[in-house]
């Protein structure tokens, strides 16, 4: 298992357009694709999951992944969270 914590920097957080951004890029891999926020835990590879995190800007957010290719999913998540989930 992999871990990473980034801060969500994004004007809206993770609204539906890039929590589906999240969700899709997490699906393309075969590993465990989850994330922690505040005290609520949720599978990375569900939009529904991912929006009842209500996660804001500023949000602290640890992504972890566990599987073949966890290393891939990480770097890739990581990658988008730092592009601010492709809004901009």
Known sequence: MVAKTVIIDNMEGLH???ATNLCTLA???DCEVHFSVRNYH???KSVLSV???MVKQGDEVTFE???KDEQE???AIVNL????MDLE
Not at 81 to 84: A, F, M
């Open 65 to 67: 992944c566990n599987g």
């Open 27 to 29: 699906q393309r891999f």
């Open 51 to 53: 929006l009842a995190g």
């Open 81 to 84: 969270v730092e592009r601010k």
């Open 16 to 18: 539906l357009r890039p």
């Open 42 to 44: 949720a599978n990375a």
């Open 73 to 75: 999913a990480i770097a």
